[in-house]
């Protein structure tokens, strides 16, 4: 029967160093070569079974720590080497391994002094948000991914591109919108592009959502997606194609630096190009004006979904055919901010969106409901917000359904322009680190402005009481 080897060089240092051990008194307590021993340690030879057994019988060593993934912290040093700041530092991972196997307690000093950066980037960013709302600009910021530079780009100007825009209404005309408007797309790419389109099952596509095989001129859609977002993606494909000197215009504007970048801003002006296809501007702005922002009649009207209807709501910004300056966010359950912007760019100072008291992050336990609060920020500030969770493509049996929630908001001195109405007041913050509201049941961490109150009499509502 052939040995069972293990290479655990490291940990045999380790282990030699934590006895106080040579490694000539070592390799003479369990009968080999101090040579030998030079090379196990250097992972050059490796441990049998016999060298296993006469270590455990000597030191009273358990076997099973020999056994541990050597490589445990590896995962963590992958995230802290793709941060922004590191990146391309190495080559590959092999080095992330000899660390993490030869050098595990500086490996754990790595994780933890990236995190300690990460928490004061944070805190930094923290405290710019904070002066920015006091009117005080500052150069305070954190290492970039190209996502960050092209989510920075498009949440602080107004969703509205002038270029795409006009060149999509201008090929709305000859298509028509509302519930033929597939249809008339699908015998488009056939007749003047020779595109076939055709709409595959899961199994047959089952990564893709839209993908187009110019081998042999077809045009892939997933029946997975709802009919108003088939109808996105086969707009998307006609946007790249006929608005593509439109979009490039508008691309110019950005003035975005890195490739990945301008790639993100490409597909975004793509999506907006084929919503402005379904939605044509002044159809889409007189309707709204006269049914005063009505989403869900909207949404009927253009056959189109309540996202798709509440987003374009906030593209109305023509000159001579303004509409109100609504904003959007578009979450996940955990949290995470997937995209967001505004007519007037997105008031993330002002308004924020991290409050776990939104009525967006409320959706998710009701998903058939749309939720309209009155929410007033700590300085007194208004707005009326409508969130509704989102259902995404349809499942296989085997995957948890996908949901995201997507809010609107608007400024309350707007409401008489709207049917929206009263819905309940809610009094919220920016985030939990720049939000001063007291004995508050929802926050997660304390703010930076204030010094934590530690008193072991008192229970306070919040785990985070401050002074």
Known sequence: MAEQKVFAGPRIRRLRNSLGLSQTAMAKEIGISPSYLNLIERNQRPLTVQLLLK??????LNLEELKTDAGGAV?????????ALLAGELPGTEELFEVAEAAPNAANGVIKLYRAYRESQERLTDLKDLLAQEGKLTSLDQARLPSDEFHEAVETRANYYPFTDEAAEIF???LGHGPLLLANLVNWFKREHGIAVQFVPSEVMPNLLRRFDKHTMRLFIADRLSSFDQVEQVAMEAAMIVLRD?????????????AEAQRLARFHLARYG???????????????LRGKYEIDQLASRFA??????????????????????????????????????????????????????????AAFAQTRMTIKDNVEMPNGQQYITLSKAIKGPKLGLSERPRFTAFLLG???????????????KVLVGPACRLCERSA???????????????????TGLSVFDFQ
């Open 55 to 60: 270590l455990s019988g000597q030191y009273d």
């Open 75 to 83: 995962p963590e040093l992958k995230e802290v080497f793709a941060d």
């Open 172 to 174: 709305a005309k000859e």
């Open 246 to 258: 439109a979009i490039d215009e508008d691309m110019k504007r950005l003035n975005l630096k890195s």
């Open 274 to 288: 084929a919503q402005a296809i379904m939605m044509p501007y002044q159809a889409f702005w007189r309707v709204a």
């Open 304 to 361: 189109v979904s309540f996202s798709q209807a509440a987003h374009r709501a906030t593209t109305l910004q023509r000159k001579d055919m303004e509409g109100l300056p609504f904003f959007f966010m578009e979450t996940d359950h955990a949290g995470n901010v997937l995209r967001r912007g505004g007519a007037m760019g997105y008031p993330h100072t002002e308004f924020g969106g991290a409050c776990p008291k939104l009525g967006v992050y």
């Open 410 to 424: 608007l400024d309350a001195e707007f409401q008489d322009q709207t049917v929206f109405g009263s819905g309940n």
């Open 440 to 458: 508050c049941l929802s926050r997660a961490e304390p703010p930076i402005t204030r010094p934590l109150g530690l008193d072991e009499m008192v």
